[in-house]
Nanobody, 120 residues
Framework: QVQLVESGGGLVQAGGSLRLSCAASGRTFRSVAMGWFRQAPGKEREFVASITWSRGSTAYTDSVKGRFAISRDNAKNTVYLQMNSLKPEDTAVYYC?????????????WGQGTQVTVSS
């Protein structure tokens, strides 16, 4: 199993920035990709961004393209989500997740989540 711990959430005004971190430990060799997801009150959890450990290939949901950037530090087993130009609709609990070879994020490891609140 891979253990994940998120940090970096908080309260920020619209237009501001935050950087989330997700530190992985345990059987990290099983992980091939990391993802960020979010869940707003009353809404389903949605995909935000993902990155592969090996090549650093990234993917984003349309609503964050150009504003968010996912990156990784392989030496630290840590993934980051730089969030710029934040909007009130970005308010949610943000979770990081790990995906193993042949698996998907839903069946992988998840962190406890970190709250991001964007005030208007």
């Amino acid at each position: 199993q891979v253990q994940l711990v998120e940090s970096g959430g908080g309260l920020v005004q619209a237009g501001g920035s935050l950087r989330l971190s997700c530190a992985a430990s345990g059987r990290t060799f099983r992980s091939v990709a990391m993802g960020w997801f979010r869940q707003a009150p009353g809404k389903e959890r949605e995909f935000v961004a993902s990155i592969t450990w090996s090549r650093g290939s990234t993917a984003y949901t349309d609503s964050v393209k150009g504003r968010f950037a996912i990156s990784r530090d392989n030496a630290k087993n840590t993934v980051y989500l730089q969030m710029n130009s934040l909007k009130p609709e970005d308010t949610a609990v943000y979770y990081c997740a790990s995906r193993s070879i042949g698996g998907d994020f839903e069946g992988g490891s998840w962190g406890q989540g970190t709250q991001v609140t964007v005030s208007s």
